[in-house]
């Protein structure tokens, strides 16, 4: 019966790990390093404390697949439960009927995980569990005197299935409903699609409101707005508030880190991704993670920098876990072996401090590129901007929209409020009878000082927004 209940509640946990935190799990892969180099293991146990890090290092490796890494959480909670059973029944009579005990620890086992990135104090308190079940068992093996517990309902044989289900039970809910946990799995699903370049799943996973509500998720539904050539139809649909909206400033921390490496990645820029690889890594808890690693050996081989991409594919082949993904890799290193690199990436890093006229620079140099194009033009009408709105897209529409038409329907609504005051604008640009309707319909709203109406019915238009 014992076996079994153990076994039952490893499935719960294993499960619960599974279904609640898939992507998590592969974002605490990313965050971590580990390297069988004897360097490696030679910094981490000059330390007690740090030969746990490495302990959590080694297994954190695995975590890159969510069924491995949620089987290993959940087996790091039983191993404890079970070093704890083992101490009851060295030290107690009539054990056996007090089989729920270790059990009552194990809620505070899972909340411990849930803040462990590191997996440090889970080995740790594995650790410690085990040395003081091996001293007890030590102390009791030449004696056969057991304590007796009282009260004596502390030996309810219901107790042994009662009290594991209910501490399973509320472990299983304390995976559910950590409210931190829960967001940061939600962006971490997010950063996956976008590493992934899998848009269409973001703008289909982020509802609406939380779009318009959480800054995060907002970032990733423009990105994928843009990447799909949406951003000039719904950007203000899905709450772009200003032109910061589009990445982070200053970003200072790991989950804005990995979104402007993504946002970056998207634009082509491959200086400021090696720039937001290296602050990933240093902003990492081992100083050197996996994600980062990863990001520039890809970026060094787009730049045919033979030099670079080997030393970082070296790095990750003396992981345990690395060795498809290198080997993948090794024919297109191979072919720019003798190549000389398309961009030495000398000088200061283009990092978009001011986001307008930094992309109106890259607008300036490519302007037959939409997504640039888009970037500023939304940005400069986010931030009510309406006259250098206009200067850009007169620039930009001989490129884009050399007739005049298919202008997406943003731009359509800026150019109709600009046109009360230059109504020749009109003569060059067309402009869709359904907008043509929808503006008629919401300044006649505005003029008879229904505003509140008139901005709900047209929420997501320019209009609403600059009234």
């Avoid at 029944?89 to 009927?97: H, M, T, Y």
């Avoid at 086992?109 to 007890?136: K, N, S």
């Avoid at 609406?208 to 539904?221: A, H, P």
């Amino acid at each position: 019966m014992k076996k079994l209940i153990t076994i039952i509640v490893y499935a719960v946990l294993w499960m619960g790990w599974f279904i609640c935190y898939p992507y998590m799990l592969r974002w605490f892969e990313g965050a971590s390093f580990f390297s069988t180099l004897p360097d490696y293991a030679g910094v981490h146990f000059h330390f007690p404390s740090e030969i746990f890090r490495y302990c959590g290092a080694f297994l954190l490796q695995f975590y890159s697949w969510p069924l491995i890494g949620a089987a290993i959480q959940a087996a790091l909670a039983v191993l404890i439960i079970l070093c704890i059973w083992s101490i009851v029944k060295r030290l107690f009579k009539d054990s056996d009927r007090l089989f729920w005990i270790p059990f009552l620890f194990l809620p505070a086992v899972v909340c411990l995980q849930l803040g462990d990135m590191t997996l440090e104090h889970t080995c740790a308190v594995l650790a410690i569990a085990a040395v003081l079940a091996v001293a007890v068992w030590g102390l009791t093996v030449s004696s056969k005197v057991r304590l007796s517990l009282k009260p004596s309902f502390m030996h309810k044989s219901w107790l042994t299935m009662a009290v594991p289900a209910a501490a399973a039970l509320l472990s299983l809910y304390f995976v559910y409903d950590g409210p931190m946990s829960r967001q940061h799995e939600e962006i971490a699903r997010l950063e996956y699609l976008g590493e992934h370049q899998q848009w269409t799943e973001i703008l289909e996973t982020v509802p609406l409101q939380e779009s318009l509500t959480n800054t995060y998720k907002r970032k990733y539904v423009l990105l994928a707005l843009a990447e799909t050539g949406k951003l000039a139809d719904y950007a203000f649909r899905y709450g772009l508030s200003g032109s910061g909206d589009f990445m982070f400033q200053n970003a200072d921390g790991p989950l804005s880190l990995n979104f402007n490496t993504i946002f970056y990645r998207s634009l082509g820029l491959a200086n400021p991704v090696v720039y937001c690889a290296y602050q990933q890594s240093l902003q990492s808890l081992p100083g050197i993670s996996f994600d980062a690693l990863r990001t520039l050996t890809d970026i060094y081989l787009d730049n045919r920098d033979f030099d670079l991409a080997k030393k970082y594919m070296d790095i990750l082949d003396h992981s345990l876990t690395h060795g498809k993904w290198v080997k993948e890799r090794l024919p297109k290193l191979e072919a720019i072996r003798d190549a000389e690199p398309l961009d030495r990436m000398t000088g200061e890093p283009f990092i978009l401090e001011d986001f307008i006229n930094d992309m109106s620079s890259l607008v300036s140099r490519y302007p037959d590129n939409a997504r640039y194009a888009d970037y500023l033009l939304c940005g400069l009408l986010a931030d009510r901007d309406g006259g250098r709105f206009y200067d850009f897209f007169r620039f930009l529409a001989t490129r884009l929209y050399p007739d005049g038409s298919g202008i997406p329907h943003l731009y359509q609504e800026a150019l109709l409020l600009i046109a009360s005051q230059d109504p020749r604008i009109l003569d060059v640009y067309h402009i869709d009878e359904e907008v043509w309707k929808r503006f008629t319909d919401f300044t006649g709203m505005m003029q008879n000082g229904k505003t509140a109406q008139a901005k709900k019915k047209y929420a997501g238009t320019y209009w609403a927004y600059v009234y």
